[in-house]
Each structure stands twice: as C-alpha cells, then as structure tokens.
C-alpha cells in the first residue's frame, strides 16, 4: 500500500514519525481513528491512540515527538495518544489487523479488529462511545454472541465493576447494536 491512499493530515504526520525511527515501531491502534479510517466514521478525531504496549527508547522517543503539545502536533494538529484508561480483550493481539501495510519503512500500525475495537470502549462509556458503536453496528455485521462470549471470556474479569458492566453497558450496547440493525433494515 501506498502511503498516498492515507487520508491528510494522517499521512504527513505518520509520514514524518516513520522518518524519524531508526528501527521498526509497532503501535497498537484503536479508537476513533481505527473507527474513522478503517470503516468511515465521520465524526472528527485529532489523536491515534495507541496502547501501552511493550516499550523501547525507540518506542518512547517516537510518542515523545509525537505526543499531545509536540512540534509535530502543532504542525499537523494530530498526535499520538498512548492510553491508560482501556481495557482489552486477552488475546487481542492474536486478531490485529495492520492498517496500512508497506505505506511506512519503520512505522507499522495495527488495529483491534472490530470486536476488540467495540469493547475497549465499554468501560468508558462515554456518549461518543455509544455512537461509535452504533456506527460500527451500521458497518460490521456484528456476530453478538461472538461479542458476548469474547467480553465473557477474554475481559470481563480485568473490569471494576463486572456486574455493572454485564447488565448496564454490555446490555444496553448489543440492545442499541440491535436496534441499528433494525433500522437499517
């Protein structure tokens, strides 16, 4: 893949971060830019999050040019956001999906796959997680026993409060994905 078939500002400034490694960087992506770039999400974001995972000094120096505040942000108004507010399925590396492959000589980014994306933002909650996942509804033909059994099997027990989770938030998730569905029809 080409890095010109990455949309603007995402390109210059992946383009620019790759530039500056001097070995390979992997970031696990997810998030409104997964969601946006991956399955057409209209709604504005100005960050990749990534996850916290396994990190080198190359790893650090790349978010630290990155990051929020950064030269790079200022320039692209885009920047890294490593998260430390999100819980993943288990084995979420096992279903990564790199994004843009062969676009970048040292970046490589991947993202959750859709599920694992949907339920990284289960415990936030927020209103633009509700919408994010009624627009993944829209656009993946969710399996929701598939999404029921990896929250059960893979994540429900690294949460807070599971309980909550289980009747408040997952419920009301796959009664909000059936409904899109519903309305789609």
Known sequence: MSSKSIPE????????????ANQEIELHCLGGFVIKILYGLERPTADVDVLPIATNREIQSVI???????????KHKVYLDVVGVATVPDSYEDRLMEMFPGAFKHLRLFALDPYDLALSKLERNAP???DDIKHLARVVPFDLEL???????????YLG??????LKTLQLWIEAIEEERTSAS
């Not at 630290?64 to 200022?74: E, V």
């Not at 999404?147 to 027990?157: G, N, Q």
């Open 9 to 20: 500002p995402w390109r210059a400034f992946l383009s620019e971060v790759d530039a500056a």
């Open 64 to 74: 630290t040019l990155a990051n929020k505040g950064s030269k790079l942000h200022s």
């Open 128 to 130: 633009y997680d509700r």
């Open 147 to 157: 999404l029921t059994t990896r929250y059960r099997e893979e994540m429900r027990s």
């Open 161 to 166: 409060i599971p309980k909550r989770e289980d």
